[in-house]
């Protein structure tokens, strides 16, 4: 089974500044990783994934992420926010193998402010 | 491309009561996935079908939830009777297939209040 852990609840964030949203992950097996936005009232949406090659994955929005085997974590970040990106993130882990299902963390509130 | 589409998008019920949700996911996508968001929490997988057949209902609480997806397209999820614990958004999400690499598309989830 595979878990995740999103270490901060909320984070406000000036406009125009960076921002990272912090993910660790739990897993006996090799794992596939996700981050997804969620709107007030929408469904979620995915930004980026990781399933193999380099750490480096980019998304949509100007986001990007970075997984660390050593450290099984896959933070996201992005140099510059906006108001828009005020949502909430998910970070999702899912098993490589069959049988497997997509565990979500319990989400990072971006609040973006003027 | 069509996203999944979703319906109601809010329903207010009283404890004891019944309620059914319906999915249509995007055209050709054989899996099918139904989440459970309680509000401060992440979605967590109540169902998923392959086609019309069930791959995981691990966490589905049998006793009051049931879900089908006879043809292997439209998708109901149903609760029989309500507990006041089940306000929740529940979200109905596809993909092609069931593995990884193939991420999940969402609706915009139904708004379920329990009174």
């Known amino acids: 089974a595979q878990s995740v852990t999103q270490l901060d609840s909320q984070v406000p964030v000036f406009e125009e500044a960076p921002v990272e949203l912090r993910c660790n992950y739990s897993s006996s097996v090799s794992v596939y990783l996700f981050w997804y936005v969620q709107y007030p009232n929408q469904g979620l949406q995915l930004l980026l994934k990781y399933l193999s090659g380099s750490t480096l994955v980019k998304g949509i929005n100007g986001f990007e992420a970075e997984f660390n085997k050593s450290q099984t974590s896959f933070h996201l970040r992005k140099p510059s926010v906006h108001i828009s990106d005020t949502a909430e993130y998910f970070c999702?882990?899912?098993?490589?193998?069959?049988?497997?299902?997509?565990?979500f963390g319990t989400g990072t509130q971006l609040k973006v402010e003027l | 491309e069509a996203g999944v589409a979703q319906s109601p998008r809010y329903k207010i019920i009283e404890k004891r009561q019944s309620v059914a949700f319906w999915c249509n996911p995007i055209s050709g996508h054989a899996t099918l996935y139904w989440y459970q968001q309680i509000l401060g929490q992440g979605p967590k997988l109540l169902i998923q079908f392959q086609n019309n057949g069930v791959v995981d209902d691990s966490q589905l609480p049998k006793d009051r939830f049931s879900a089908e997806r006879l043809k292997g397209v439209d998708s109901t999820l149903k609760i029989q009777p309500a507990k006041l614990e089940d306000s929740a958004v529940y979200l109905c999400?596809?993909?092609?297939?069931?593995?990884?690499?193939?991420?999940?598309?969402f609706g915009d989830g139904t708004r379920l209040s329990i009174l």
């Open positions: 999400a596809s993909s092609p297939g069931p593995t990884g690499v193939q991420p999940q598309h």
């Open positions: 999702a882990v899912k098993g490589t193998g069959g049988g497997n299902k997509l565990t």
